[in-house]
Nanobody, 122 residues
Framework: QVQLVESGGGSVQSGGSLRLSCEAPRYTFASFLMGWFRQAPGKEREGVAAIDSDGRTSYADFVEGRFIISQDYAKNLLYLEMDNLKPEDTAMYYC????????????????YGQGTQVTVSS
């Protein structure tokens, strides 16, 4: 079992910024695919961004250059820096990890955290 703990969610106005953090076991950064997903009420979980152990990244089309996924190996943290937030970004955001996947945004990761809520008001 891989324990993932998210933090950093909150309520902001449209155009605001948030940085989500995910604490993960150190070994996940060496070989796992890591990612961020989100799920709004009544909608399916969707991939937001992913990063592999070589630092290659993938972003959903709706990100439109507003978000950056990154890792801090020294602190065992995965980040999602979100700028220019929109009301449609409102959702529960989940950190995810998988030991065997290639770079993907499909919601087929093996491990997910409990989530952190992001609410963007207009």
């Amino acid at each position: 079992q891989v324990q993932l703990v998210e933090s950093g969610g909150g309520s902001v106005q449209s155009g605001g910024s948030l940085r989500l953090s995910c604490e993960a076991p150190r070994y996940t950064f060496a070989s796992f695919l890591m990612g961020w997903f989100r799920q709004a009420p009544g909608k399916e979980r969707e991939g937001v961004a992913a990063i592999d152990s070589d630092g290659r990244t993938s972003y959903a089309d709706f990100v439109e250059g507003r978000f950056i996924i990154s890792q801090d190996y020294a602190k065992n943290l995965l980040y999602l820096e979100m700028d220019n937030l929109k009301p449609e970004d409102t959702a529960m955001y989940y950190c995810a990890a998988d030991p065997g996947l290639e770079l993907t945004l499909k919601p087929i990761f093996g491990y997910y955290g409990q989530g952190t809520q992001v609410t963007v008001s207009s």
